[in-house]
């Protein structure tokens, strides 16, 4: 199951939440495909004023973060820097077209490859379920 994480400051994510949750997921589902679009987990956390800073100063403004986890395996596959790529491309260009193209290099978007051997789910452990 891709996870979608993307951090703002609570005043700019106001009110773009429906907006941003199918931008995120459409994001995903133009990298892996349709078949994608029901596994994809989307949390958006919203940072109270005060709370984000830069060079040890609160900021009133602050382009989003988004983390992506997905299985670690995919960087090791043949195409793995294509897909880095288009993810990074995609989740961008989902955030500028909610929160505006002057956010864009500013942007930052981590992608995190989580041993599936280090993951659990319902109490067990993703690769002892296969």
Known sequence: MP???LYALEP???????MLIGAL??????????WARASVDVRLI???PGRWARGGTAVDTAA?????????????RPDAAE???RLVSAFTDAVT?????????DI??????QPTSRSGLGGRVISAQQ
């Open 3 to 5: 996870h979608v994480t």
């Open 12 to 18: 700019q994510l106001a009110g773009s939440e429906t």
């Open 25 to 34: 997921t459409d994001a995903v589902v133009s990298v892996y495909g349709e």
């Open 46 to 48: 919203g940072i109270p």
């Open 64 to 76: 989003p973060v988004v983390s992506f986890g997905m299985r670690e395996e995919v960087f090791a």
């Open 83 to 85: 897909v880095v790529a």
């Open 97 to 105: 077209a909610v929160f505006g193209d002057e956010h864009r290099d």
């Open 108 to 113: 930052l978007v981590e992608l995190v490859g």
